[in-house]
Nanobody, 129 residues
Framework: QVQVVESGGGSVQAGGSLRLSCVVS????????MAWFRQTPGKEREGVAA????????HYADSVKGRFTISQDNAKNTVYLQMNSLKPEDSAMYYC??????????????????????WGQGTQVTVSS
């Protein structure tokens, strides 16, 4: 059984930082496409960042480029989202998603389509002004 578990959310003041973690278990394949999405009530889900675990390319939403960094520790089956210079508009429930992915390019497509097989329960991020 595949499990996706996020952690690291919390409350922070504008300009602060948080690091989210996502652990995926129950998937034997090393080549995975991993991504972070976020959603606030009444708004559509937004893709934040994605990474192909065997590749070298990360993908980011324009709204977080230069502030957020996605990284992975394949030995721990863990993906991180380092969030710096946080803004109140970054407040949302953050979800981690995963699926088996073939290539960097395929992962980019999956990210654009939000086409993932497994999703976590989310971790709340609140940024106060």
């Amino acid at each position: 059984q595949v499990q996706v578990v996020e952690s690291g959310g919390g409350s922070v003041q504008a300009g602060g930082s948080l690091r989210l973690s996502c652990v995926v278990s129950g998937v034997a394949y090393a080549n995975k496409c991993m991504a972070w999405f976020r959603q606030t009530p009444g708004k559509e889900r937004e893709g934040v960042a994605a990474v192909y675990t065997l590749g070298f390319t990360s993908h980011y939403a324009d709204s977080v480029k230069g502030r957020f960094t996605i990284s992975q520790d394949n030995a721990k089956n863990t993906v991180y989202l380092q969030m710096n210079s946080l803004k109140p508009e970054d407040s949302a429930m953050y979800y981690c998603a995963a699926r088996i992915g073939g290539t960097d390019g395929h992962c980019a497509t999956l990210f654009q389509r939000a086409d993932f097989a497994w999703w976590g329960q989310g971790t709340q991020v609140t940024v106060s002004s």
